[in-house]
């Protein structure tokens, strides 16, 4: 009955089938690295070279082709709200008489962000929570948001 071929040989004789040389295993080409996303980049850079372009490319497409945008840190534009200061792209259009704010209450698009508004070249009056249920903020979503919102206003179709 010693002769008989056992059901489990030894692990010693495993061993040696178990493992394989590294010719026989497939050649895999290197994982090519995705590049940064945009939104990656430091606060000053992503809003310079990324979002005022493209807003302002999005802003012409929606009917506002005379749009001065301008990104600069300034004290909140309402009255009685503080003299601290926060990042802010600003557009005004025909002539100074519509205004926008989105206000970065921190240098990060995924921080807590506010929009203002103003009509007829009268000061902003109303601090409003923008873009608040949104996770993972990017480029595409500031500016489906920057135009809803202005939709919302009712300044880009009129009623």
């Known amino acids: 009955m010693s002769d008989e071929p056992t059901a489990n040989p030894p692990a010693e004789e495993k061993a040696p089938t178990a493992e394989k040389p590294a010719a026989e295993k497939p050649a895999r080409p290197p994982k090519k690295e995705k590049p940064p996303a945009l939104e990656d980049k430091p606060f000053t850079e992503f809003i310079n070279q990324d979002f005022l372009p493209a807003l302002k490319q999005t802003l012409?497409?929606?009917?506002?082709?005379?749009?001065?945008?301008?990104?600069?840190?300034?004290?909140?534009?309402?009255?009685?709200?503080?003299?601290?200061?926060?990042?802010?792209?600003?557009?005004?259009?025909?002539?100074?008489?519509?205004?926008?704010?989105?206000?970065?209450?921190?240098?990060?698009?995924?921080?807590?962000?506010?929009?203002?508004?103003?009509?007829?070249?009268?000061?902003?009056?109303?601090?409003?929570?923008?873009?608040?249920?949104?996770?993972?903020?990017?480029?595409?979503?500031?500016?489906?948001?920057t135009v809803q919102r202005l939709n919302g206003q009712k300044w880009l179709v009129m009623n």
């Open 60 to 145: 012409a497409k929606v009917g506002i082709s005379d749009a001065d945008l301008q990104f600069a840190k300034r004290k909140l534009p309402i009255a009685g709200l503080g003299d601290d200061e926060c990042w802010q792209v600003t557009a005004k259009w025909q002539n100074g008489k519509r205004q926008f704010t989105i206000i970065f209450s921190k240098e990060d698009i995924q921080g807590p962000k506010f929009f203002t508004w103003a009509d007829n070249g009268a000061q902003p009056t109303l601090l409003e929570s923008f873009m608040i249920d949104e996770r993972k903020v990017n480029l595409d979503l500031m500016l489906l948001y």
